[in-house]
Structure formats: structure tokens, C-alpha cells
């Protein structure tokens, strides 16, 4: 089942993330991270237990990014990361955002979902804000696609 994250969620949300981003897949989050975001996730919970999450954070007017997209091991290949990634686009189309883009490594998944690549230099705002931050910045190796809604 797909819901709307809430505060109880958050160290949850940490948990899933966090086994990528160990890996090198995804970038760390706090729960204070998560906190502070709390509105923009979606989780995927199944028997009590979040397996899947992702956010829709804006970045401009026009523009929001899917972030934090991340799938529990064990249900991966189920179509969670997929209908996770369609609830988040219906969520930008209904807040009047016509183009929605990612920062991922996982180009082939994004593919089928209609995102294109592009170069990161059309996305200013997103790499004037957070990827200033970014440990990987300036030699970030993650790829950039992005949709129309």
C-alpha cells in the first residue's frame, strides 16, 4: 500500500535509504534529513512494514525532483519502485509542476518510466542548492533525466 510518510515513519524511511546509500548507490540521509522532509515522501508498506520510499521535492516554479527512491531488497523487482515513481508524478501533476527530474544510476529504470537524459547544466537550481553540498560535487557521476508531466 502506498500512503503519505508520516513523523513515525522517519527513522524507517533512514533505514531503507541508508542500506543504499552504505553501498554507494544513493547519498546518506539523517533522520533529521527525513524529519524536515517528512511532507514531500511516499512510503510503501506492506504487513506494517515500509519496504519502499521516495520524494517529491520542488526545486522551482515549474520544476521538482524525485529523490530518495529506494526499494528493501527483498521486494524489489514487484513494480514498488515503479508505482512508487507514478504516485510521486501524479502528486507533481495535481501541484502544477510540468517537469519532474532525477539525479539516479539507474538510468534504464527511469527509461522505461519516459525520463530522458540530459546534462545536469539544466537544472541550475538544483545544482546551486543541494549539489553545492554534495560530497560528490563537482565530480558527480550520477546521471540527470528528466520528464514533462
Not at 519502499?52 to 529506494?70: K, M
Not at 517537469?99 to 539507474?106: D, E, H, N, R, S
Not at 519516459?114 to 553545492?132: N, R, S
Request: glycine share 6%.
Amino acid at each position: 500500500m502506498i500512503r503519505a510518510a508520516t513523523i513515525k515513519d522517519a527513522k524507517s524511511i533512514q533505514t531503507v535509504v541508508n542500506a543504499f546509500a552504505t553501498k554507494g548507490q544513493m547519498l546518506v540521509l539523517s533522520v533529521n534529513d527525513v524529519y524536515e522532509k517528512i511532507f514531500e515522501y511516499f512510503v510503501y508498506e506492506v504487513d506494517g512494514a515500509i519496504v519502499g520510499v521516495c520524494a517529491l521535492h520542488p526545486t522551482w516554479e515549474d520544476i521538482a525532483e524525485i529523490r530518495s527512491l529506494a526499494v528493501n531488497s527483498n521486494y524489489q523487482k514487484h513494480g514498488i519502485g515503479r508505482q512508487l515513481v507514478a504516485s510521486q508524478l501524479d502528486r507533481a501533476r495535481e501541484m502544477g509542476f510540468e517537469k519532474v527530474f532525477t539525479l539516479t544510476y539507474q538510468e534504464e529504470f527511469f527509461s522505461k518510466l519516459g525520463f530522458g537524459v540530459v546534462t545536469k547544466d539544466v537544472l541550475p537550481k538544483k545544482m546551486w542548492t543541494d549539489c553545492l553540498k554534495c560530497v560528490k560535487y563537482p565530480d558527480c557521476d550520477e546521471i540527470a533525466m528528466l520528464r514533462s508531466i
